[in-house]
C-alpha cells in the first residue's frame, strides 16, 4: 500500500513529466504540415523572397549599377561567374548577383502595390454591387464586363506607355486596370452573406449601412479575397517582367528581371548565364506566390473535412 501510494506522489509524476514531455504542440504542427504542405513551401518561398527583397542592399555585394573596368573578357564579352562576381556580370561589367537582388525588390512592390490597388477598388465595388443590387449592381457589373473584355496585357500597355514608363505609372497602370476578377468574386460572395441571420439581425438592429457593409459582411467574405490577391502578386510580378522586358516598363540603370532578360537575350549565344539566373528567380517567385495562393485556398474552404 505505500510503495502504491510512493508511485502515485506528485513528485513521481514531476519526474515522469519531465523524463517524457508533452509532443502535443510538436504532433499539432505536424498535422497541419501535413494537411496544408502548400502554405508551407509557398510560405517560405515567399518569405525568402521578402528577405531577399528587404536587405537587398546588405545582401549585395556590389553598387548593382556601377560598371566595372575589370567586369569584361578582353574581347568584350561578359564574364562568367569566378570568385569576384559569384553570378558573372552582364554585357556592361555589371554584377549579376548584386542586379538580381535589386531586381527582386522593383517586382516585389509592382507585385504587392498594384494588388493592394486592386483589392480596394475591386472590394469596394463588389461589396456596393452585392449588396444592394438593382440598379446599382446593374451598372457595376456593365463596367466590370467592360474591364474584363479588353485584353489586359494590351490595355496596360497603353495606359504606361501614356503615362510614361516608371515603377509608380506601373503598378497604378495594373491595380487600376485589374480590379474586375476581384469585384466579381466580391460580389457573388456578398450576396450569399448578406441573407445570413447575423447580417438580417443587425439591419433590424438599425446598423448604419457603412457597419453593416464594412464591419460586419466584409470580414466574413475576406478569405477568398485574400486567396486572390496571394495569386494576383504572383501574376502582377510576372506581367511587371513582360512590360521591362517589352522596354515599356523598369527603365534603365534600375535593375529588373524583365530587364535583364531582355538584355541577355542579346547574348545569350556566348553568355547563357544572363537568362538563366533572372529566369529561375522569377519562376521561382511566381511559383511560391502560387503556391501559397493555392494552400490558402484549400485550407479556407469550408468543404474540406478536417
Same mark, same amino acid.
Given at each position: /500500500?505505500?510503495?502504491?501510494?510512493?508511485?502515485?506522489?506528485?513528485?513521481?509524476?514531476?519526474?515522469?513529466?519531465?523524463?517524457?514531455?508533452?509532443?502535443?504542440?510538436?504532433?499539432?504542427? %505536424?498535422?497541419?504540415?501535413?494537411?496544408?504542405?502548400? %502554405?508551407?513551401?509557398?510560405?517560405?518561398?515567399?518569405?525568402?523572397?521578402?528577405?531577399?527583397?528587404?536587405?537587398?542592399?546588405?545582401?549585395?555585394?556590389?553598387? @548593382? *549599377?556601377?560598371?566595372?573596368?575589370?567586369?569584361?573578357?578582353?574581347?568584350?564579352?561578359?564574364?562568367?561567374?569566378?570568385?569576384?562576381?559569384? /553570378?558573372?556580370?552582364?554585357?556592361?561589367?555589371?554584377?549579376?548577383?548584386?542586379?538580381?537582388?535589386?531586381?527582386?525588390?522593383?517586382?516585389?512592390?509592382?507585385?504587392?502595390?498594384?494588388?493592394?490597388?486592386?483589392?480596394?477598388?475591386?472590394?469596394?465595388?463588389?461589396?456596393?454591387?452585392?449588396?444592394?443590387?438593382?440598379?446599382?449592381?446593374?451598372?457595376?457589373?456593365?463596367?466590370?464586363?467592360? /474591364?474584363?473584355?479588353?485584353?489586359?496585357?494590351?490595355?496596360?500597355?497603353?495606359?504606361?506607355?501614356?503615362?510614361? @514608363?516608371?515603377?509608380?505609372?506601373?503598378?497604378?497602370?495594373?491595380?487600376?486596370?485589374?480590379?474586375?476578377?476581384?469585384?466579381?468574386?466580391?460580389?457573388?460572395?456578398? /450576396?450569399? %452573406?448578406?441573407?445570413?441571420?447575423?447580417?438580417?439581425?443587425?439591419?433590424?438592429?438599425?446598423?448604419?449601412?457603412?457597419?453593416?457593409?464594412?464591419?460586419?459582411?466584409?470580414? *466574413?467574405?475576406?478569405?477568398?479575397?485574400?486567396?486572390?490577391?496571394?495569386?494576383?502578386?504572383?501574376? *502582377?510580378?510576372?506581367?511587371?517582367?513582360?512590360?521591362?522586358?517589352?522596354?515599356?516598363?523598369?527603365?534603365?540603370?534600375?535593375?529588373?528581371?524583365?530587364?535583364?532578360?531582355?538584355?541577355?537575350?542579346?547574348?545569350?549565344?556566348?553568355?547563357?548565364?544572363?537568362?538563366?539566373? @533572372?529566369?529561375?528567380?522569377?519562376?521561382?517567385?511566381?511559383?511560391?506566390?502560387?503556391?501559397?495562393?493555392?494552400?490558402?485556398?484549400?485550407?479556407? *474552404? @469550408?468543404?474540406?473535412?478536417?
Amino acid at each position: /500500500m505505500a510503495h502504491m501510494m510512493a508511485d502515485s506522489s506528485p513528485t513521481t509524476g514531476l519526474k515522469q513529466r519531465l523524463a517524457h514531455p508533452p509532443t502535443k504542440v510538436r504532433s499539432k504542427f %505536424v498535422r497541419v504540415l501535413r494537411a496544408y504542405p502548400l %502554405v508551407f513551401i509557398g510560405g517560405l518561398m515567399v518569405l525568402a523572397l521578402i528577405f531577399v527583397a528587404v536587405f537587398a542592399d546588405k545582401l549585395a555585394t556590389f553598387n @548593382p *549599377n556601377f560598371q566595372f573596368a575589370n567586369g569584361l573578357a578582353p574581347d568584350g564579352a561578359p564574364l562568367a561567374p569566378n570568385h569576384t562576381f559569384i /553570378m558573372g556580370t552582364d554585357d556592361l561589367g555589371r554584377d549579376v548577383y548584386s542586379r538580381l537582388l535589386f531586381g527582386a525588390r522593383v517586382s516585389l512592390e509592382v507585385g504587392v502595390f498594384a494588388s493592394l490597388i486592386s483589392l480596394f477598388i475591386g472590394t469596394t465595388l463588389g461589396i456596393i454591387s452585392g449588396y444592394y443590387g438593382g440598379f446599382v449592381d446593374s451598372v457595376i457589373m456593365r463596367i466590370t464586363d467592360i /474591364m474584363l473584355a479588353f485584353p489586359f496585357i494590351l490595355f496596360v500597355v497603353a495606359l504606361v506607355a501614356v503615362l510614361s @514608363p516608371s515603377i509608380t505609372n506601373i503598378f497604378i497602370a495594373i491595380g487600376v486596370l485589374g480590379w474586375a476578377v476581384t469585384a466579381r468574386i466580391v460580389r457573388a460572395e456578398v /450576396m450569399k %452573406v448578406k441573407e445570413f441571420e447575423y447580417v438580417q439581425a443587425a439591419r433590424a438592429l438599425g446598423s448604419r449601412q457603412w457597419r453593416i457593409l464594412f464591419k460586419i459582411i466584409l470580414p *466574413n467574405i475576406m478569405a477568398p479575397v485574400i486567396v486572390l490577391t496571394t495569386l494576383a502578386i504572383g501574376n *502582377n510580378m510576372l506581367l511587371e517582367s513582360t512590360l521591362s522586358y517589352l522596354g515599356i516598363g523598369v527603365q534603365p540603370p534600375t535593375a529588373s528581371w524583365g530587364s535583364m532578360l531582355s538584355e541577355g537575350q542579346q547574348v545569350f549565344e556566348y553568355a547563357p548565364w544572363l537568362l538563366y539566373y @533572372p529566369g529561375l528567380a522569377l519562376m521561382l517567385a511566381v511559383l511560391g506566390f502560387n503556391l501559397l495562393g493555392d494552400g490558402l485556398r484549400e485550407l479556407f *474552404n @469550408p468543404r474540406r473535412v478536417r
